[in-house]
């Protein structure tokens, strides 16, 4: 059984900073891709940053330059520090992991409860 735990979310004001963290735990053989997608409102979710397992991040343009994604691979953990937040970030943030629990079957996908983040002007 593979869980994944958020943490850092919460309220601020416009042009602050939050750190979001997702550990996973587990049986977990392997870790392969690991990303940060929200969802706010009437929208569709719709992924925010993503890290390969060596370290290659991706960002969606609205994000790109004031998020930052990273992992520390020994504590099977994902971060995604977020600066100059914006009213338009607020959403439910979801930490997403492909984990591999047996040697020779493929990875799936495991998600997170989803974190409130919300900014105010």
């Known amino acids: 059984q593979v869980q994944l735990v958020e943490s850092g979310g919460g309220l601020v004001q416009a042009g602050g900073s939050l750190r979001l963290s997702c550990a996973a735990s587990?049986?977990?053989?392997?870790?392969?891709?690991m990303g940060w997608y929200r969802q706010a409102p009437g929208k569709q979710r719709e992924l925010v940053a993503a890290?390969?397992?060596?370290?290659?991040?991706n960002y969606a343009d609205s994000v790109k330059g004031r998020f930052t994604v990273s992992r520390d691979n020994a504590k099977n953990t994902v971060y995604l520090q977020m600066n100059s937040l914006k009213p338009e970030d607020t959403a439910v943030y979801y930490c997403?992991?492909?984990?591999?629990?047996?040697?020779?079957?493929?990875?799936?996908?495991?998600w997170g409860q989803g974190t409130q983040v919300t900014v105010s002007s």
């Open positions: 997403n992991a492909e984990i591999s629990t047996v040697v020779h079957l493929k990875g799936r996908d495991y």
């Open positions: 587990g049986i977990i053989f392997s870790i392969n891709d």
């Open positions: 890290i390969t397992s060596g370290g290659s991040s």
